[in-house]
């Protein structure tokens, strides 16, 4: 019986902070959906207006494919290029460690700062990049400047802070990979990509999923690095779902078309995460 | 898996002997594989090597392409010298913010989420067809949430309760962030300590209260430190809610760094200085606990 009111006691703190600071919060931004205020005059009542004006945004449109190619290609890339370097040094060859505790530092430098570090390195005339490509002989490259390649560098430093995240799923996956199965296939004389083909991949599969849902999360949200390297431009080239929402509602004050955004922009996020996950257990249920 | 008998061991190593270009491949190999290692080193390193070897190059140095110090250039002080002379105040101001927002808003997550882990990991919970597991994933569910969906009625909340641009209105958002990381990570802990640990000293006739502080917590104070720091660490860089929320008085490090476009030009020099600053104190923490990143990062999900 003291045990039935302790265990509320403890849970119940936790609960009520969230229900307080991220579901009220969604219900508010919810009903302001329907809403057409500008804090300026009293919130309007317009039923679906905001989401109507939001299917024929062109801007919207915009975000939508912009975010939709950044998440695409960083995710791909990354978990491609941290599935490789992880295959490299799993095994506890001379350098793997140091490279282990190496990789930490992309993943918590802080966005902000190393859109700031990109703007060093991509700078067109002397950053240390543009330096290199020269010294090459290659042609010069308009990394931020030209509204075709922008959106290329945003992936790129992307690339540079999230691959690890990738090694290092991908690193404490094939640590928990039984020996037994690789062993029996090599012995049965598979060559190495059928052994990564059809005995590696399937074990790895959970892991795999693991790691493309996270960072299809993390990459979907992605905010602060087109704020500060592009500031979403040259002109909306690299404005993401996140930055034309906070535009909409926290720079021109359309708060309620703002927060119409918004729920497009959740259910896109948990309808992509329910079809990436239902799609891919289908997959590994195959293999 | 495989139908017929295994040939065993040394028929493996018979098949290697029959193939004697299979040594002369591991050389090769491990030529590659090392030069891969050292690509991949510079490509990591070398964004943070380049904000260094700026911050101690003169403003005239900025754009040479000059690696390194006393070789190729001189290293000086004074772009940091002059940052803090110029903008001392601020700097510390953000720097104490920073601090301030991150270690209470850990502390605040690490609290509500070791007691929630707490109740999940070791009391039977069922609330119609919700079950322990089901909470859980709700405490998960949260991750997915772009920020900016909330952020926009966080904003409204704040000005009506007065609380933009205090530290304590930062605090909120950032605790709220990272409480479900508290709480998964404190319940994978929980559930890793054996519960006979804990009946064996309510059997000897210790309380709750004392199971609770003299055997559970030192066992999971490890745990602890380590979902405190990646907390502390997440909050440090949050930028999108320390935008919203704060303006002038509780600005944290991330705005300071994203307020250096707006003064004349962009004065690398001085950003790279800042970029440090930002940089450094989350990235060595990340270090000290770097068993724990990847569960960090997946909340619990991958270990």
Redesign the interface.
Do not use: D, E, K
């Given at each position: 019986m003291r045990d039935e009111r302790v265990k509320w006691a403890l849970l119940l703190p936790a609960v009520g902070w969230i229900l307080t600071f991220t579901i009220y919060p969604l219900v508010y931004s919810l009903s302001l959906s329907f809403q057409n205020w500008n804090l300026t005059s009293p919130p309007q009542w317009v039923g679906l207006a905001n989401y109507l004006r939001a299917l024929q945004d062109p801007r919207m449109h915009n975000a939508l494919r912009t975010t939709g190619l950044f998440v695409a290609a960083t995710v791909t890339i990354e978990l491609v290029l941290g599935f490789a370097l992880a295959l490299l040094f799993y095994r506890p060859i001379w350098g793997s460690r140091a490279l282990r505790a190496v990789v930490v530092a992309p993943l918590f430098t802080s966005p902000i700062a190393l859109a700031f570090l990109g703007m060093m390195l991509f700078h067109e005339e002397d950053g240390p990049i543009a330096h290199l490509l020269r010294m090459l002989g290659l042609p010069r490259v308009h990394w931020l400047s030209d509204p075709a390649t922008a959106l290329g560098s945003l992936i790129l430093l992307d690339v540079w802070q999230w691959t690890p995240f990738a090694f290092l799923v991908f690193l404490a996956g094939l640590a928990g990979v039984p020996q037994e199965p690789i062993e029996a296939a090599i012995v049965d004389g598979a060559g190495r990509w059928a052994v990564l083909r059809h005995v590696l991949l399937p074990l790895l599969a959970p892991v795999a999923v693991t790691a493309l849902l996270f960072k299809f999360i993390y990459s979907v949200k992605v905010f602060d690095l087109a704020f500060g390297l592009t500031g979403g431009g040259p002109g909306i080239s690299t404005e993401v779902l996140a930055l034309y929402i906070h535009r909409q509602g926290l720079e021109f004050f359309n708060l309620g078309y703002a927060s119409a955004l918004s729920y497009v922009f959740l259910v896109l996020v948990v309808l992509g995460c329910t079809v990436l996950l239902l799609r891919v257990r289908r997959l590994y249920e195959v293999a | 898996?495989?139908s017929?008998p295994?040939?065993?061991?040394a028929?493996?190593r018979g098949?290697l002997k029959a193939r004697p270009e299979v040594a002369l491949r591991r050389n090769g190999e491990a030529f590659l594989?090392?030069l891969?290692?050292v690509a991949?080193?510079i490509?990591?390193?070398?964004?943070?090597y380049?904000?260094l070897v700026?911050s101690f190059k003169e403003p005239t140095e900025t754009?040479?392409?000059t690696f390194l110090p006393f070789l190729q250039f001189r290293p000086t002080l004074a772009n940091w010298q002059d940052q803090f002379r110029l903008a001392g105040r601020d700097i510390l101001k953000d720097l104490s913010n920073s601090l301030l927002v991150a270690a209470s808003s850990a502390l605040l997550a690490l609290g509500?989420?070791s007691?929630?882990g707490?109740?999940?990991a070791?009391?039977p919970?069922q609330v119609g067809p919700i079950r322990n597991h089901d909470?859980a994933s709700w405490?998960l569910s949260?991750?997915?949430?772009?920020?900016?969906?909330?952020?926009?009625?966080?904003?409204?909340?704040m000005q009506r309760l007065g609380l933009l641009d205090t530290r304590l209105g930062l605090t909120?958002?950032h605790?709220?962030m990272n409480?479900?990381l508290a709480?998964l990570l404190m319940r994978d802990t929980f559930l890793g300590i054996p519960v006979e640990v804990e009946e064996a000293a309510l059997v000897d006739g210790a309380s709750?209260w004392t199971v609770l502080w003299r055997v559970v917590f030192p066992l999971a104070s490890p745990a602890l430190v380590s979902t405190g720091i990646l907390a502390f660490?997440f909050s440090?860089?949050e930028?999108?809610y320390a935008?919203?929320l704060t303006f002038e008085r509780a600005t944290t490090?991330?705005l300071l760094?994203?307020g250096?476009k707006m003064s004349q030009g962009?004065q690398?020099w001085f950003?790279?200085v800042?970029?440090l600053l930002?940089?450094l104190p989350?990235?060595l923490?990340?270090?000290s606990v770097?068993r724990y990143?990847?569960r960090g990062?997946?909340l619990g999900?991958?270990?």
């Open positions: - | 898996m495989h017929a295994a040939p065993g061991a028929a493996v098949r594989v090392g891969v290692l991949t080193l490509w990591v390193l070398f964004p943070l380049w904000a700026t754009f040479r392409p509500l989420g007691m929630a707490y109740a999940l070791r009391f919970f909470i405490f949260q991750v997915v949430i772009p920020p900016v969906v909330v952020v926009i009625p966080f904003f409204l909340f909120l958002a605790t709220t409480l479900p709480t709750r660490a440090w860089n930028f999108i935008l919203t490090i991330p760094i994203a250096a962009i690398f950003v790279s800042r970029v930002a940089l989350p990235v923490l990340a270090l770097q990143v990847v990062l997946t999900a991958v270990r």
